[in-house]
């Protein structure tokens, strides 16, 4: 995907659906080696008997995490680094500020205990913040093996000196082992209507879910073209859905560390 195609919006006279339409078709055909590729780290850490860290680095990039975490038809040993702190639930404002303090996110990598070869999966749409940076610099220092998930468009176009960068003023997708740009516009939102001059409609909500539906997807199949039974929750509310998933809780339980 250019340039030409994230600057063009936001868009005037367009439907909110045929735009997300129009994103996803984009990072499916542009991103698919990336799932692929990320699918296989995922995969082969699972195949260790190890599980693997989504991290959220503020606001509303705790929602990918989240929504990998504990869900019906997707991954068991997925351990969310969520921190009530930096989401909304404490404050919208709060988020926005703590997202912005550099070593926040060194002192949560220590707490979850991310270590040597373990597999982090990094979200923010922007891809520049103190809590970005420092995860990915985190996994660089660790020795883990790092996935970054943001928008390419910020990182080229921020200024080097705006205030929301980390101080080393490095993007994410220079610092991680894989990048999956989810190509977010810079200002995120995507619709114009006629007679208000705010852009409305941001859609990193859309294109990360599907990004992590994506990854999990290929990460399920590597493990099934090895021979693998993949650890995938059912639904606690069918009816034998508690007695599946105890197999994974006596499993997993000391090792995700908010199951």
């Known amino acids: 995907m250019t340039d030409a195609f994230c600057d063009k919006y936001p868009l005037s006279g367009s439907h909110f659906l045929d735009i997300c339409k129009e994103f996803l078709d984009q ?3 542009l991103e698919r080696e990336h799932f692929e590729s990320a699918g296989t780290m995922i995969g082969e850490r699972l195949m260790e008997g190890e599980v693997v860290y989504a991290v959220g680095c503020g606001g509303h990039s705790y929602l990918p995490p989240m ?6 038809g ?17 404050g919208g404002i709060r988020s926005v500020l703590l997202e912005r303090v550099p070593g926040y996110m060194v002192a949560l990598f220590k707490y979850f205990r991310i270590g040597k070869d373990d597999v982090v999966l990094i979200f923010n749409n922007v891809g520049v913040n103190p809590m970005t940076i420092d995860a990915a610099l985190e996994c660089k ?8 998930i943001a928008g390419s468009p910020w990182q080229r176009k921020l200024p080097y000196d705006h205030p929301i960068r980390h101080p080393s003023k490095k993007n994410l ?17 995507v619709l114009k209507l006629e007679g208000f001059d ?15 539906r994506r990854i999990e997807i290929e990460a399920i199949k590597y493990m099934l ?9 059912v639904s606690a509310n069918l009816p034998d859905g508690d007695e599946k998933n105890q197999q994974y809780i006596d499993q997993y339980f000391d090792k995700v560390k908010l199951m």
């Open 27 to 29: 990072i499916e055909i």
């Open 198 to 212: 705010v852009p409305i409609s941001p859609i990193s909500t859309i294109t990360d879910g599907y990004i992590v």
């Open 225 to 233: 073209s090895k021979g693998v039974r993949p650890p995938v929750w």
């Open 67 to 72: 929504d990998m975490f504990c869900r019906a």
């Open 173 to 189: 997708m220079d610092l991680v082992d894989l990048f999956i740009d989810d190509y977010n516009p810079v200002g995120d939102a």
């Open 74 to 90: 997707a991954l068991v040993p997925v351990s969310a680094t969520i921190d009530v702190s930096t989401t909304t639930t404490t």
């Open 141 to 148: 220092r660790l020795g883990a093996k790092s996935i970054g």
